[in-house]
């Protein structure tokens, strides 16, 4: 199991991680490693000897990594970026860290933000998520005025979280205002997600939305403010926490182009051969066919790189494949 463990980790993260897997993981052997036969004794001058056949389940070892957290390369705090704007609707003012307007220094909205950002970084550093405070010092100065804007697309954020050495962009909004339903409560929503710079893959997203009671608009805001940022930011991190665990932050999504094309049959066996190959492949998903090509799906540990080089002796039908990475998240395999 400890030559798999190497494969699904890599050798040089899975030493790193020794004492780890030691503790943690073999002790947890019969989770994916089954009895199924024993054969007869072989008796010997000075010994016995009998043939056992043991089942490694990949899949059974992959949930007990993960169930330990190992399946993942993060050994430092992951630096988090939030981009999320705030717009109080009463009194239609707007506060985003990246554009700088004194006169918001004393109102609602800012007051809200600044609220905001402080359970947000009070959360996730428990978890060894370190969130960057924009909104403190000089951070607006260091994105350029010609790219400044309302909204960002992912490939910018991607560009300005690099820039500032963040691993992770927490993109979106908290909006609050009268309810639609009746104008003397407040209606609150968030949407979160949280963006890997360096793929550009969303790893975590939450939409929460509440309704107050009637009362005093200020005072409703301040009220009920707080246990709703903490609830979606707990949310929040949870779903992030999971997909580090899981080990989501180092994988890549990576198209699989198969050809040539072939039969179901040939297809089901031919994405159990993949999985039985590489250890790097979770989950695999067909995504199209053409009467030239399947083209399959998978988070892929460590990379397409990785994948190709895991490929290279890769046999169907008594055949080579030829296994050749196309781009930065496709692999192509010819028949």
Not at 98 to 110: C, E, G, H
Not at 133 to 154: L, N
Not at 184 to 194: I, T
């Amino acid at each position: 199991s400890r030559d798999n463990i190497d494969l699904i980790l890599g050798v040089q993260e899975a030493q790193k991680k020794e004492a780890l897997i030691k503790s943690k993981v073999l002790p947890q052997s019969g989770k994916y490693i089954s009895y199924i036969k024993q054969g007869a004794i072989k008796t010997f001058p000075e010994y016995r000897q009998m043939k056992v056949t043991l089942h490694l389940s990949r899949e059974g070892l992959r949930d007990v990594l993960k169930q330990e957290g190992l399946l993942h390369f993060a050994t430092e705090n992951i630096k988090m970026l939030p981009f999320i704007g705030f717009l109080d609707r009463k009194y239609s003012k707007s506060y985003k860290w990246w554009f700088v307007d004194n006169n918001y220094a004393k109102s609602l909205v800012y007051a809200e933000a600044t609220e905001f950002q402080d359970f947000l970084r009070q959360e996730m550093w428990g978890d060894s998520f370190f969130v960057m405070d924009p909104m403190k010092g000089e951070t607006h100065r260091m994105i350029p005025a010609s790219i400044k804007s309302v909204a960002y697309s992912v490939n910018d954020l991607q560009s300005i979280g690099a820039s500032l050495g963040a691993q992770l962009v927490i993109d979106g909004h908290v909006h609050y205002g009268p309810s639609p339903k009746n104008s003397l409560a407040v209606k609150f929503e968030m949407d979160l997600s949280a963006i890997l710079v360096a793929s550009g893959r969303k790893v975590a997203s939450i939409h929460k939305e509440l309704e107050t009671p009637a009362g005093d608009y200020d005072q409703s805001v301040k009220k009920y403010s707080e246990a709703f940022y903490k609830e979606g930011i707990t949310q929040f991190k949870d779903e992030v926490l999971s997909s580090w665990q899981k080990g989501v932050f180092d994988t890549d999504r990576v198209k699989i182009v198969v050809s040539p094309a072939f039969g179901y049959k040939d297809l089901v066996a031919f994405k159990e051969l993949l999985t039985q190959k590489s250890l790097k492949l979770n989950p695999l998903t067909d995504r199209s066919f053409t009467p030239d090509e399947v083209i399959l799906e998978a988070d892929v540990s460590q990379g397409a790189g990785a994948l190709v080089n895991e490929l290279q002796s890769l046999k169907w039908k008594g055949k080579t494949a030829r296994v050749k990475k196309s781009g930065s998240y496709e692999v192509h395999i010819d028949l």
